[in-house]
């Protein structure tokens, strides 16, 4: 059973950054798709950034250049580090996880393993 923990959302200012966390378990990391998703108050989720098997990470392009997708495999923990934070940003961020089945980017939102949600607020 796929179990994911995530955590790391606070309140910052514009132009801050912040670091989240998913804690995973009962998946082989060389054989999924992980990504982290967003959503905001009145708004659809949407993928931000997600990174597959070999470790290749794809960015959203709200997002690219300014948020590092990353998994530390010995700590069986998905990173989401994000520079230059903008009121934009507010959301509830969710790790998600789910077999690669040779498709694992940030456009992708079939994932049937899902964190419970961290709030990231940004006042300007």
């Known amino acids: 059973q796929v179990r994911l923990v995530d955590s790391g959302g606070d309140s910052v200012e514009a132009g801050g950054s912040l670091t989240l966390s998913c804690k995973y378990s009962g998946l082989y990391y060389a054989s999924y798709c992980m990504a982290w998703f967003r959503q905001a108050p009145g708004k659809e989720r949407e993928g931000v950034a997600s990174?597959?098997?070999?470790?290749?990470?794809d960015y959203a392009d709200s997002v690219q250049g300014r948020f590092t997708i990353s998994q530390d495999n010995s700590k069986n923990t998905l990173y989401l580090k994000m520079d230059n934070l903008k009121p934009d940003d507010t959301a509830t961020y969710y790790c998600?996880?789910?077999?690669?089945?040779?498709?694992?980017?940030?456009?992708?939102?079939?994932?049937?393993?899902w964190g419970h949600g961290t709030q990231v607020t940004v006042s300007s």
């Open positions: 998600a996880a789910d077999w690669e089945d040779g498709i694992c980017n940030s456009r992708r939102i079939d994932f049937g393993n």
């Open positions: 990174i597959d098997g070999d470790g290749r990470p």
